[in-house]
């Protein structure tokens, strides 16, 4: 950071690392530096270079086949997702714009009509035009965190976040195909 301030008239970018040009195991380590969970350090806090394996900094989760928590770790639930072990390119920013604050369903549900095609869904004739607004609703519900409560006087109450785990979620599509609504219960 030091160097563009001290050389102003330097136009090339020095010691800058686009993200987009890094291989997609390194793009999903840089998210998950951040979104990953709690992991134990194998090096000094601050440490972590872009572009480096993660796991060489932070221990990997003590328990792989442990599904994990909606808030604290979008990408290890990602990663179990069929269409990134199919896909060679999705990664985190292939959906999220990471320069501006999204919230809009319907634009996320634009970028999975990038890739599947909605004739062939298996339940296209019962959940007709709701279907195209509402694949993240089913394919990616919202679910209760384990890592993150709310403290009522009385009782701990859940706060939801989507799943980052793209599947098909049986209670979801059930509800849905009834005429209810997905996600919370």
């Not at 269409?83 to 999705?90: D, E, I, K, W």
């Not at 509402?134 to 859940?158: E, G, K, W, Y």
Request: charged share 20%; net charge positive.
């Amino acid at each position: 950071m030091a160097y563009h301030p001290a050389h102003p008239a330097a136009r090339a970018p020095k010691d800058i690392i686009t993200p987009a040009r890094l291989t997609r195991d390194q793009q999903l380590d840089n998210c998950a530096l951040c979104h990953s969970g709690h992991r134990q350090r194998r090096q000094p806090a601050f440490t972590y270079r872009v572009g480096e394996p993660l796991d060489s900094y932070l221990l990997p989760a003590s328990d792989p086949d442990l599904v994990p928590d909606v808030h604290c770790n979008q990408v290890g639930l990602l990663e179990r997702s069929k269409c990134v072990r199919a896909s060679p390119t999705l990664t985190c920013t292939t959906c999220h714009d990471v320069h501006q604050r999204q919230r809009d369903v319907v634009w996320f549900a634009g970028k999975c009509l990038g890739c599947h095609d909605t004739s062939h869904h298996p339940e296209a004739d019962r959940i007709g035009t709701r279907m195209i607004p509402d694949c993240i609703a089913c394919h990616m519900p919202s679910r209760a965190s384990h890592a993150l409560q709310f403290n009522a006087r009385t009782r701990q109450v859940p706060l939801y976040y989507p799943s980052h785990e793209i599947a098909i979620y049986r209670d979801v599509a059930d509800a849905v195909l009834r005429g209810g609504e997905g996600g919370r219960p």
